[in-house]
C-alpha cells in the first residue's frame, strides 16, 4: 500500500492528461500478455497479422516493455518511455521529443530488459533513444492510429466526469469512484500496489491524473523524481471500447452525404481497407476508393498504411456525425458515460 500525501498545494494543483505515448507503450504491454481478460482481444486480433506482415523491427521498443510473469500485475515500465506529459493533450510528436531528448541520467531499467538492449542505451544513448522513437512513431501508426478518435472519445468522456465531481463535491467525490485501488481520507489517497509500501509525499508538486484504455485492471504510479507525481488509470465504461453495434444507415445521414458514402462512413466501426469494405457493402472497389477519397477530404475518415494495405478508419469528427446522425440530436458535450466497466 502507498500512501499518496497531498497537501493544499498539491490538490490545487492536481489536472487531468491524455498520453498517446503511454497508450502506446501500454498496448505494447497487452500484446506481451498483461490481458489475461482479453478486454482488449478484438483490437490484439486485428493488430498481431498487421504487424507481423510489417516490415519493421519493433524490438527496440518490445525489449524495453516487461512480459507480466505471471499476472498483468507483474512488471514496471522504465519511465523514460513515456513520461507524464506536461499539457492536457499533446501529440505523439511532442511526447516522442521529449524522449529523444532524455538526459543519460534516467536511463535505467527494471528486470526482464535484455543486457544488450541496456548496454546499447548507455553506450550511445541520442542514437538509441532516436531509434525507439523512430519505432514507437511507427508502431503507433500501425497500431494505434486507426482507433484513436475511438480511443480518445473515451478518455475525454472520463476526464469529463471527473471534472463534473470534483466540481460538485471536491477532491474527495473525485477520488471516490476512480478506482477501487484508490481510496481517499483525510487528505491521503491511498493507493494499494503489490510490492512498494510506505508514504510519499508530493510537496507541492501536485497530481497528474491520466485515464489509460489501456490500463485496466492496473493503477499505474509514477512517483519518484523528476517526473510530475501521476496515475495512469482506467477510465469508465472501458468495457465497452470495443463493442460494435449493426451497421445500420441513418436515413439523415444519407440525405447529407449519399448513400454510398454514409454506408462506408457507418461501416467503419474498426479500420478497414477498401477491398473489405467493398465486400461488405456491395459497392465496386473502385466507387469504394473514389468515395472514400471524398470523405478523407473532408475530413471524416483517415488513411493509415499497414504493410501493403491501406487501412481507413473514421476520424474524431466522422464519428461524431455518424453519432449525431444516429440519434436524430446533436452530440453533447455534457452528455454523461456509460457506467459500464470491464
Known sequence: MIDIELGLEDVARTRFAISPLWEAVASVRVLKGADEHGLHRTWVEQVRPRLAA??????????????????????????????????????????????????????YTTAGVPPERLAALRADPAAELGRLADVLEAYWELALAPYWPRILTL??????????????????????????????????????????????????????????????????????????????YPPRAVGTLW??????????????????????????????????????????????????????????????????????ARTRPGQIVVEAAGSGQPPSADRAPTTDRA
Do not use: K, N
Open 54 to 107: 510489417a516490415d519493421v523491427d519493433l524490438r527496440p521498443l518490445f525489449d524495453l516493455v516487461p512480459v507480466p510473469a505471471r499476472s498483468p500485475w507483474s512488471g514496471r515500465v522504465p519511465g523514460f518511455i513515456c513520461p507524464p506529459p506536461t499539457t492536457p493533450l499533446p501529440s505523439l510528436d511532442m511526447e516522442l521529443a521529449t524522449v529523444r531528448a532524455t538526459p543519460p541520467t534516467l536511463l
Open 155 to 232: 478518455l475525454e468522456d472520463d476526464i469529463r466526469y471527473r471534472a463534473g465531481r470534483l466540481v460538485e463535491g471536491g477532491a474527495h467525490r473525485l477520488f471516490a469512484d476512480l478506482d477501487p485501488q484508490v481510496t481517499w481520507a483525510g487528505g491521503t489517497l491511498r493507493l494499494e500496489h503489490r510490492t512498494v509500501r510506505g508514504a510519499r509525499r508530493l510537496g507541492g508538486r501536485g497530481l497528474l491524473l491520466v485515464p489509460s484504455a489501456f490500463a485496466w485492471p492496473r493503477v499505474f504510479s509514477v512517483l519518484d523524481e523528476p517526473w510530475q507525481p501521476s496515475l495512469r
Open 243 to 312: 463493442r460494435t453495434r449493426p451497421a445500420t444507415v441513418s436515413d439523415a445521414l444519407a440525405g447529407v452525404l449519399g448513400r454510398s458514402r454514409a454506408t462506408l462512413l457507418t461501416e467503419l466501426t474498426a479500420p478497414a481497407s477498401t477491398t473489405a469494405l467493398a465486400r461488405r457493402t456491395g459497392l465496386t472497389p473502385g466507387g469504394v476508393s473514389q468515395h472514400l477519397t471524398a470523405l478523407r477530404t473532408a475530413g471524416l475518415v483517415s488513411a493509415h498504411r499497414a504493410g501493403r494495405e491501406v487501412l481507413y
